[in-house]
């Protein structure tokens, strides 16, 4: 698995990354198995995108187990609620302790990256003033409980006004082949650059659309960056086609891919030993422009 820097950070992270959500749902043995083959086949950089304490008890076990070498983002910005669910709050006590309840859950002493999730456009100034959200953030790197901080979003406003106010560390945001002519797609990658603003891209497969092969299938605004699009996927669509596309993006430090089993795990893994033919994209890209 390559490495690549993880933008201003010291990190050295795995070009394909874990996103954990859709061990949401999965019995723990799944979480425990999909995460252990992740760690084996050279994945470094997980992302654990809930407080909901269900969901954390399954990832507990490995996460811990491997703890010293692997790269672990968090996120505050949801709270659990009643029925078990993630709920987006912006209420800095709830985000606190949610976080706090993160760390307590997963047995570790500190997050990597500290995240603060789901973006507007039009909360990034309260996020940012004072005792916001980036406050809290900070104080939980001062007290040693994360290293870096990031932010995730599905709007290129944000990346454009977070990039100029060079405060993260890094930015997540979708990426696939839906979105390659996004209005600001373009800039909001440059300034990404220009700041050496680590990129994590979300979204590789549009959340399992894009491997719906030769189905039509309706691509909501939030697995594109804001793009509805309803289309016919080609028979040969792969994984691997997906993730070459994202990794060969050269801002991108990293992909984080959904999984929800070991075969799906190892059929994306693939990647790393597809010839160039068989991972070649170029024609899909045309095909999904509207
Ligand atoms: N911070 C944020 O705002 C934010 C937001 C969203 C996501 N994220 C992170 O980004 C990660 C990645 O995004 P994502 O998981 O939503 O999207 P994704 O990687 O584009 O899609 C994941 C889904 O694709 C399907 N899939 C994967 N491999 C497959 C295979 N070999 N064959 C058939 N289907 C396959 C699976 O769903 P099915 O099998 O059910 O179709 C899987 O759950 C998340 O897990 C999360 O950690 C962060």
Redesign the pocket.
Known sequence: MNLKKLGRTNLKVSEI???????FRQPREVAKSVISKAIEHGINYF???FSVKQYLEKLAPVLKEHRENIII?G?I?TVENTEGRPKKTRNLKECSEEFLKILKILNIDYIDVI?I??VRENEFDKIMQKEGLYDLATSFMDQGKARFIGL???ETQVIEKAANNKKFDTI?F?L?FINHNLEGRTEALALIKKNNIGL?A???????????YNRTVSFAK??TGGISLKKKNPRDI??SK?LNYVTSIPEVST???????E??????LGYSLSKENEKDFTKYIKLYQL
Do not use: R, W
């Open positions: 990354g874990l996103g954990t959500e859709f061990l992302d654990v995108l983002t996120h910005g995240n999730q789901f995730s979003t599905h997540m979708p696939n994590v979300i979204k590789p497969f549009a959340a399992g659309n894009l491997l719906q939030y697995q792969s994984p997906c992909v984080l891919m959904g999984v929800k089993n075969e799906e795990l190892s059929q994306n």
